[in-house]
């Protein structure tokens, strides 16, 4: 499991903050949103699409992801998903997302322009995605059992965590 990130929600150091944390030299005190990469039997899994994706996949050498999972609909959760956009031609295929319903419907809105009605004349610029929806049924994915895991994100907020193999990623 490589962590791409493990900040808060706008990234460590957060813009125009002057705490201690933000303002200091160490290392430790620069992270970027949320995200991790796994190397499983069958392929690269990625746990969500923050909008850092690219500099992370970059920073950690992964050259391609072959499956998506989702967390859940936050925005430092989703928005780097267009940085999806090359993998369809390494692959072959569409980047296969799964998530649950509500997941899917947030994506579907934010990047419209990634389902079109039509297929696109253009498709270099579109995302080729393709929806797989889950619960908290196990299922098997790039040769490992994944276990989702109901969570609480704040007080009332459910997301998926998700168990695979002997290794657990919470958010």
Known sequence: MIFLGTGTSVGVPSIGCDCPVCTSDNPRNQRLRCAVALGLPE???????????????????IGVVHAVLFTHEHADHLFGLDDLRLFPFYLGHAVPLYCEPRVEQRIRHSFDYAFPERPPTHTGAVPQLEFRQISTE???LLGARITPIRLLHGPRFQVLGFRIGNVAYCT
């Open 43 to 61: 392929g690269n899994l990625l746990i969500d699409t923050p909008p850092d994706l690219r500099t992370q996949l970059l920073r950690e050498g």
């Open 138 to 140: 196990p299922f098997d």
